[in-house]
């Protein structure tokens, strides 16, 4: 059982817009910065989102995120069929440990 | 460029100890902290701890608290994961992975070590 709740599954057509959410509690989402990370089959995680809505160089600005209270969420717009992968929040938690949502597979339909 | 390399696939015994490994390079390797993350087949990602190389100062998980030992030896820039017993429950992909600060997540990943404990 994940820390961070996040649905196991989204989908979407090409040139929509997804929505990935991401449930915490005070301890971790509501008091701390969130993270999201992109993972293909096989790969090693590639961060994607930090400190809640910032987007590394080299990530499009298709991806974006945010946060409100205890949940935050991540958006794909214009989706691709090379955004099919696994997506992961994650957070620190005030018990001075990371934690991770259970991850949400994406298949682009 | 910032660069974590791990140390290859092991295949290993259920009893036996293991020591793996992730060597930084192209950043100064003390003074950022480096994490570890398991993952089991077919599942998510799970946090298992972090150290900070300048002065070991380490957090586990509690999931993974005395289950496994996590070091570094900054003079070799490289950071260690450690099994003083494994269990078939151990078989996993083990990413370390670093962070900038103790409350921040990481942002560059090595490329993952497979553990195998099979009898």
């Known amino acids: 059982q994940s820390v961070l709740t996040q649905p196991p599954s989204a989908s979407g057509t090409p040139g929509q817009r997804v929505t990935i959410s991401c449930s915490g509690s005070?301890?971790?989402?509501?008091?701390?910065?969130v993270y999201w990370y992109q993972q293909f089959p096989g790969a090693a995680p590639k961060f994607l989102i930090y400190?809640?809505?910032q987007r590394p160089s080299g990530v499009p600005d298709r991806f974006s995120g945010s946060k409100s209270g205890t949940s935050a969420s991540l958006a794909i717009s214009g989706l691709r069929s090379e955004d099919e992968a696994d997506y992961y929040c994650?957070?620190?938690?005030?018990?001075?440990?990371?934690?991770f949502g259970g991850g949400t597979k994406l298949t682009v339909l | 460029e910032v660069q974590l390399v791990q140390s290859g696939a092991e295949v290993k015994k259920p009893g036996e100890s293991l020591r793996i490994s992730c060597k930084g390079s192209?950043?100064?390797?003390?003074?950022?902290?480096i994490g570890w993350v398991r993952q089991m087949p077919g599942k998510g990602l799970e946090w298992m701890g972090i150290?900070?190389?300048?002065?070991?100062?380490?957090r586990y998980s509690p999931s993974f608290q005395g289950q496994v030992t996590i070091s570094a030896d900054k003079s070799i820039s490289t950071a260690y994961l450690q099994w003083s017993s494994l269990k078939a429950s151990d078989t996993a992909m083990y990413y370390c992975?670093?962070?900038?600060?103790?409350?921040?997540?990481?942002?560059?990943w090595g490329q993952g070590t497979l553990v195998t404990v099979s009898s």
């Open positions: 992975a670093r962070a900038p600060q103790l409350w921040e997540l990481p942002y560059y």
């Open positions: 192209g950043y100064s390797f003390p003074y950022y902290w």
């Open positions: 150290i900070y190389p300048g002065d070991s100062d380490t």
């Open positions: 005070s301890s971790n989402i509501g008091s701390n910065y």
């Open positions: 400190r809640n809505n």
């Open positions: 994650a957070a620190w938690d005030d018990s001075l440990s990371g934690v």
